[in-house]
């Protein structure tokens, strides 16, 4: 436990040396003015949405940023000499991605009660945020693992937004109707988005909220076993 502690906090330190966290930060402070622009119930709408930006598509873009320049400072290959294992490393590189929308989720709820004095189930809103983040971290290393350079990396988070981020924001707003909304859940996107949605509104509808977390849980280790443990270890020793 104490290397992986160690393993972490090396990996937040570099976040912060890269400037992918304070990144985070700023983004969190432009929620910080929407909401001060925005009516108590106009907010209460828009949060989930925010929130989930930044799980669905900020995690993945900065966790992308991370690995290519680690991969060009060498650090991945000289990680992978050392006495830990692969494992240990793929899950301090995720607990990292994962604070990152945590800390999202954290400020965006600080705002809505100071500003707003909105307040939801919190322990609710932070396990869908991690279970999401998780899933999406997962997502990340695959893009990032597949991609060449960062350049390529951003085309083919564009290319999985287009096919999975912007339906559910299509559903989000109306322009789909709600009875195919199962079928959106194939979306990790969409799945997550209702989860965050329904912790934030406090509405849940039970078969759905399981089976979001039942789906977000398994790709996460279906993508973490599959592909990015052996792309990564492939892709470090290769450099």
């Not at 830990?84 to 965006?108: N, R, Y």
Request: proline share 3%; hydrophobic share 60%; aromatic share 10%.
């Amino acid at each position: 436990m104490s290397v992986l502690i160690k393993l972490v906090m090396g990996e937040l330190g570099r976040l912060v040396r890269y400037k992918i966290l304070p990144v985070s930060l700023a983004t969190a402070v432009i929620w910080i003015v929407i909401f001060l622009l925005l009516s108590e119930n106009e907010a209460r709408e828009v949060a989930p949405l925010l929130i989930i930006v930044d799980v669905a598509a900020m995690s993945i873009l900065l966790l992308g940023a991370s690995y290519h320049l680690e991969k060009q400072e060498g650090t991945i290959k000289t990680m992978i000499v050392m006495p830990i294992s692969l494992g240990q490393i793929l899950t301090a590189k995720t607990i990292a991605s994962m604070v990152l929308a945590l800390e999202s989720a954290v400020v965006t709820s600080a705002a809505l009660y100071f500003i707003h004095r909105i307040t939801f189930n919190y322990a609710v809103l932070l396990l869908f945020v991690a279970i999401a983040g998780a899933a999406h971290a997962a997502i990340g290393f695959f893009l990032s693992l597949r991609s060449r350079d960062f350049t390529y990396m951003l085309v083919l988070l564009i290319g999985y937004m287009f096919l999975f981020t912007m339906p559910s924001f299509l559903f989000n707003i109306g322009l789909i109707d709600a009875k195919y909304e199962w079928l959106l859940m194939l979306s990790p996107s969409h799945s997550a988005s209702r989860l965050i949605i329904s912790a934030v509104a406090g509405d849940f509808n039970i078969p759905m909220t399981i089976a979001g977390c039942l789906y977000l849980m398994l790709i996460t280790a279906v993508l973490f076993k599959y592909t990015v443990y052996p792309m990564f270890k492939d892709n470090a020793t290769r450099g």
